[in-house]
């Protein structure tokens, strides 16, 4: 069985501040993990995905996450919000040989002050 | 990279009708397909599988007689709501594997039933 946690259903930033979006996982195998972004009225788009190679994974639009195996952590970060960046995040995982089965978290709506 | 069309984006229908759902892998064949619903404030969650020329396996708690889902081609997956209601209500997404780990999505379609 694997689970996502997301703490915070909505976070709050200044434009230009640093984001985090926080999860955690659990797994009873290695994952695979992602974030995925969804606008509003929009699907979802890849932000970027670990998959076993570098525990620091960069993605779209300057985001980066970490993958911390000790803390099963898989965080979501941006040095400086733009107002553009507002949505709804999502942390996901799958399992090795599921066949792209994902599993998501219940997502965090990022709202950035101007 | 690979595209996923769902249609319709948003359809409002009366209570008891039924209402068809389309999702299509553009450039690249699908033998599996993935149907998620998400309830307002929730997250995605997996309603069922759909299979290349064989049936759908549904996640429990899915009522399969209510939620047909045909996967007639390699392109293409159908959701059908039966006799729909106003709970059935829901933004419905649709996901196919492309080439190792990674799952594209649809945009998704906001039913609305009245």
């Known amino acids: 069985a694997q689970s996502v946690t997301q703490l915070g259903s909505h976070v709050s930033v200044s434009e230009g501040a640093l984001v985090l979006l926080r999860c955690n996982y659990s797994s009873s195998v290695p994952p695979y993990l992602f974030w995925y972004v969804q606008y509003p009225n929009q699907g979802l788009q890849l932000l970027l995905k670990y998959t076993s190679a570098a525990t620091l994974v960069k993605g779209i639009n300057g985001f980066e996450a970490e993958f911390k195996k000790s803390e099963t952590s898989f965080h979501l970060t941006k040095p400086s919000a733009h107002m553009s960046d507002a949505a709804e995040y999502f942390c996901?995982?799958?399992?090795?040989?599921?066949?792209?089965?994902?599993?998501f978290g219940t997502g965090t709506k990022l709202q950035v002050i101007p | 990279g690979a595209v996923v069309s769902q249609h319709p984006s948003r359809v409002i229908c009366k209570s008891g009708t039924s209402v068809k759902i389309e999702c299509r892998s553009l450039?690249?064949?699908?033998?599996?397909m993935f149907w998620y619903r998400q309830f307002p404030k929730q997250s995605l969650m997996l309603m069922a599988t759909s299979n290349e020329g064989s049936k759908a396996t549904y996640e429990q708690g899915v009522e399969k007689d209510k939620f047909l889902i045909n996967h007639a081609s390699l392109t293409l997956s159908t959701l059908t709501v039966t006799s729909a209601h106003p709970e059935d209500s829901s933004f419905y997404i649709c996901?196919?594997?492309?080439?190792?780990?990674?799952?594209?999505f649809g945009q998704g379609t906001r039913l609305t039933v009245v």
């Open positions: 996901a995982v799958t399992s090795r040989g599921g066949y792209q089965k994902v599993t």
């Open positions: 450039d690249f064949q699908a033998t599996t």
């Open positions: 996901s196919a594997p492309g080439r190792g780990t990674e799952a594209f």
